[in-house]
């Protein structure tokens, strides 16, 4: 709820754009960001920056193309969320910060109820999460040069 001393709480008024994560936000979200891999360069590039970046994209809703100069490059950004979205780093940090919204709520890590829908179930029938990850592949070029069959045959 909105009150004077949970106004505060949430003002962003001091970050340079208001999807900026603040240091306590930070400080949650850090422990779930995978170390650099052993042996390789060291990592050029600030995780807090990337996920930022990641933040400005999701809660602007834009293009990956108009993040902000200041932010790392788009492809960076692109790189590391396609990477963290393959090996499970987002899914971590989710349900992280779910338990903790839910600890904080003096409610059970975990929910004991749920709550579904006709189009819910029929979306769990069908494959759910298979086919979201399947539709937002990059799509494949047909090999066929013309897409148009003939099912009757072609007067000459």
């Known amino acids: 709820m909105w009150t004077v001393e949970n106004r505060a709480r949430y003002d962003r008024s001091r970050l340079r754009s208001?999807?900026?994560?603040?240091?306590?936000?930070?400080?949650?979200?850090?422990?779930?960001?995978?170390r650099a891999k052993r042996g390789g360069n060291k990592r050029s590039v600030d995780e807090r920056a990337?996920?930022?970046g990641l933040m400005y994209v999701l809660i602007a809703g834009c293009q990956w193309r108009t993040i902000p100069k200041?932010?790392?490059?788009?492809s960076t950004v692109n790189h590391y969320f396609c990477h963290w979205q393959d090996d499970g780093t987002l899914d971590r940090l989710h349900h992280a910060l779910y338990v903790l919204c839910r600890e904080q709520a003096d409610r059970e890590a975990s929910p004991t109820a749920?709550?579904?829908?006709?189009q819910s179930v029929k979306c769990a029938e069908k494959g759910?999460?298979?086919?979201?990850?399947?539709?937002?592949?990059a799509?494949?070029?047909?090999?066929?040069?013309?897409?148009?069959?003939?099912?009757?045959?072609?007067a000459c």
């Not at 749920?114 to 006709?118: E, F, K």
């Open 50 to 52: 990337v996920v930022n």
């Open 114 to 118: 749920a709550i579904m829908d006709s």
């Open 139 to 154: 799509a494949r070029k047909s090999r066929v040069t013309n897409g148009t069959s003939w099912s009757t045959r072609r």
């Open 18 to 34: 208001p999807s900026d994560l603040t240091d306590e936000e930070w400080a949650l979200a850090r422990p779930q960001i995978p």
């Open 128 to 137: 759910g999460a298979a086919l979201i990850r399947r539709a937002s592949m």
């Open 70 to 74: 200041d932010l790392p490059p788009r």
